[in-house]
């Protein structure tokens, strides 16, 4: 799967945070999108949201709208170890 930076970031931050609700305010202070619009901020949830569901083996977005607070990441996130060994 390949998206581009500005989703990338989004996906980072919900999960970083899953369960936790973030207003449409905080997403913009900590991803640094303060020159972007309402309606890009939107759309950007609308893509990251169609890429996951494509992506989903239940066909679920995993982004939660929650009205007039903002949005949540409502999946499981797990570490993958890439397989890189410890020095010692």
């Given at each position: 799967m390949t998206i581009d930076n500005r989703l990338a970031k989004l996906l980072e931050f919900l999960c970083m945070n899953p369960?936790?609700?973030?207003?449409?305010?905080?997403?913009?202070?900590?991803?640094?999108?303060?020159c972007i619009n309402r309606s890009s901020r939107h759309s950007a949830v609308f893509e990251l949201r169609k890429v996951l569901k494509k992506y989903s083996e239940n066909e679920?977005?995993?982004?939660?709208?929650?009205?007039k607070r903002g949005y949540r990441f409502d999946g499981e996130v797990k570490s993958k170890n890439c397989g890189a060994k410890a020095r010692s």
């Open positions: 369960g936790l609700t973030h207003s449409r305010m905080s997403l913009l202070n900590s991803l640094e999108w303060q679920a977005s995993y982004i939660i709208t929650v009205p």
